[in-house]
């Protein structure tokens, strides 16, 4: 009777280890992860799925986080040693920068709105909440914006966020001629912080789409625009009260004729690129011709004083006491130009 029961024990036994490493019951698992995700959905890559109809969501071991509602897949990259990924949605609409055909920055407008989660290769969920625009600038850093906020996070070697720093839109700092200077980050993928100017009760003057303002010769301000896709796109030339002098040149800059005694005066010096490189916004006379590549000797509005040199400004050299400008042209001749009449005397 002993031996009986000891022999209908070990069955059992045997019998319930079976049961438990059944492989059955892996593949009934695999069944319902594919059904999880729906017919004709796959994963990408990480956390990442795609469905048929070219929505993206966030799965886990074949379940559901986060449904198919998003628009877009983007990757982001690793940051300390972790990958990352972005999902975008429509969302509005949001400020742009507005070019007109030659590419010159000519103001801002608006354009539709994608906002984006960005997601770790586990599906967490990074921010607590969706950007603008992203930039991995290093494996360690990663820049975002939103609505005009503009925030940079320091990656750990674990994947971890270790420091944020945000730079908040709205008042700079400077002040140009008792102009409050004022910015807004559009995007994070170009150059993102454009400078603008208001006055004193918070009137904007000049538009934030200017790269960089300051003042020039005590009483003159410049403003630039330079963005990655169209290079130097404007400089333009305003009085203390932020009137509008000039606009058509690719670059404007003032010189002093002698580096080390300001006194003895500076003299304008406009540039235009030349239109046949397409690298730089072309630029155009009053009556909207274009205008060729070179360099003009210019008054402190901006007006040409000289003729066109079909030079670069690394071509001219100047004798403060002679005032003389020596020009070397394209073949190596250099003439000398009498430029008396070009000085601007220092006013402040």
């Known amino acids: ?111 539709e709105r994608t906002l984006y989660d960005i997601f770790d290769s586990d599906g967490n969920m990074l921010l607590s909440f969706p950007v603008d625009d992203f930039c991995r600038s290093t494996p360690e850093q990663l820049y975002v914006t ?55 009760e918070g009137n904007v003057v000049l538009p934030e789409i200017y790269s960089y303002i300051f003042p020039a010769l005590g009483d003159r301000i410049i403003a630039y625009t330079h963005t990655s896709m169209v290079g130097y796109s404007a400089y333009r030339l305003f009085d203390s009260e932020c009137n509008l002098l000039c606009e058509k040149y690719n670059f404007i800059e003032y010189y002093p004729i002698d580096r080390e005694d300001y006194s003895k005066g500076f003299v304008g010096v406009a540039t235009c690129y030349y239109p046949e490189s397409q690298a730089y916004r072309i630029c155009r006379d009053e009556n909207g011709e274009i205008m060729p590549g070179g360099l003009w000797f210019i008054d402190k509005n901006g007006n040409a004083l000289s003729e066109r040199f079909d030079i670069e400004m690394t071509d001219i050299e100047f004798s403060a006491n002679d005032k003389i400008a020596f020009v070397k042209n394209t073949e190596g001749k250099t003439t000398e130009i009498p430029i008396g009449d070009y000085i601007i005397e220092k006013d402040w």
Request: hydrophobic fraction near 35%; include cysteine.
């Open 146 to 200: 939103l609505e005009g906020n503009y925030y940079i996070y320091d990656f750990s070697g674990s994947g971890e966020i270790e420091e944020e720093w945000i730079h908040s839109k709205g008042k700079n700092g400077r002040t140009v001629f008792g102009f409050d200077g004022i910015e807004y980050n559009y995007n994070a993928s170009g150059f993102g912080t454009y400078t603008g100017l208001a006055d004193s």
């Open 1 to 111: 009777m002993k031996k009986l029961f000891i022999l209908v024990l070990a069955l059992l036994m045997l019998c319930s280890c079976g049961a438990r490493e059944e492989p059955i019951i892996e593949e009934s698992q695999s069944e319902a992860e594919t059904f999880e995700l729906g017919e004709g959905s796959r994963v990408l890559e990480g956390c990442i799925f795609k469905t048929a109809d070219e929505k993206y969501g966030v799965q886990k071991d074949g379940k559901i986080i986060l449904p198919a509602t998003y628009d877009e897949f983007k990757r982001i990259g690793e940051l300390g040693g972790k990958m990352f990924y972005a999902l975008g949605f429509k969302d509005g609409t949001k400020r742009c920068l507005e070019y007109n055909e030659d590419g010159a920055v000519i103001g801002t407008s608006e354009t």
